[in-house]
């Protein structure tokens, strides 16, 4: 039934190095994707996002890649920072619409 | 600027009683989600509207659960009668475009 699913419940990564963190979905439908990130006691807010027409988009420090023949996307976080730990949520819209389907959530540690 | 402005942040409520839910989009926004965070589930979407009319409750999981947007600046969830599967985290979102804007959600606890 989950649409969008992030399969790493917890990633642990140092100060430096680059924190990767995976999505899959299963409808082909979805052509647009985000990433949210969620900090405790706060809402989600938008960080990345990218059209299915495009397979890498580039914001700073963080880029998305999309795989649309495996329905995978990734987030790529280089150099991660400590105040980069936080919960990130992969969402996904079909024909540029709304209804956001969201994962889980994978939740990002980056140790000093 | 204000964003979304979400009311109560904790509710601690009984079994059967009813709770209500409250949501102030950022103004100017034509969209606003409703959504539920849960461990098991992580965000579920319940039920977004369009310029107040409600377009897709196909995420509210029963009729206990009910959603209202009287204008553009304020709507409501409510649950009657809650129980304690209920507990969650409620999210209201707005958008203009295709990024959403979230509030910092209500803790609801079903005792």
């Known amino acids: 039934d989950q649409q969008v699913k992030q399969n790493s419940p917890s990633l642990s990564v140092q100060e430096g190095r680059i924190s990767i963190l995976n999505c899959d979905y299963t409808?082909?439908?979805?052509?647009?994707f985000l990433w949210y990130k969620k900090y405790p006691a706060e809402g989600p807010t938008f960080l990345i996002s990218?059209?299915?027409?495009?397979d890498k988009n580039e914001d700073g420090r963080f880029t998305v890649f999309l795989n649309k023949s495996a329905k995978h996307l990734s987030l790529h976080i280089v150099p991660s920072q400590p105040g980069d730990s936080a919960v990130y949520f992969c969402?996904?819209?079909?024909?540029?619409?709304?209804?956001?389907?969201f994962g889980k959530g994978t939740s990002l540690l980056v140790t000093p | 600027d204000a964003g979304v402005i979400q009311s109560p942040r904790h509710e601690v409520t009984e079994m059967g009683q009813e709770v209500t839910l409250r949501c102030k989009p950022i103004?100017?926004?034509?969209?606003l989600f409703w959504y539920r965070q849960t461990m098991m589930r992580g965000l579920e979407l319940l039920i977004y509207?369009?310029?107040?009319?409600?377009?897709?409750d196909s995420g509210m999981p029963e009729d206990r659960f009910s959603a209202k947007m009287p204008n553009a600046s304020f709507s409501t969830l409510k649950i009657q009668p809650s129980e304690p599967r209920d507990s969650a985290v409620y999210f209201c979102?707005?958008?203009?475009?295709?990024?959403?804007?979230f509030g910092e959600g209500s803790r609801l606890t079903v005792l």
């Open positions: 103004s100017g926004h034509d969209y």
């Open positions: 969402a996904a819209s079909p024909n540029s619409g709304y209804a956001l389907n």
């Open positions: 979102a707005s958008s203009l475009g295709d990024r959403l804007f």
């Open positions: 990218i059209s299915s027409i495009k």
């Open positions: 509207f369009n310029n107040n009319v409600p377009i897709d």
């Open positions: 409808n082909s439908m979805f052509d647009y």
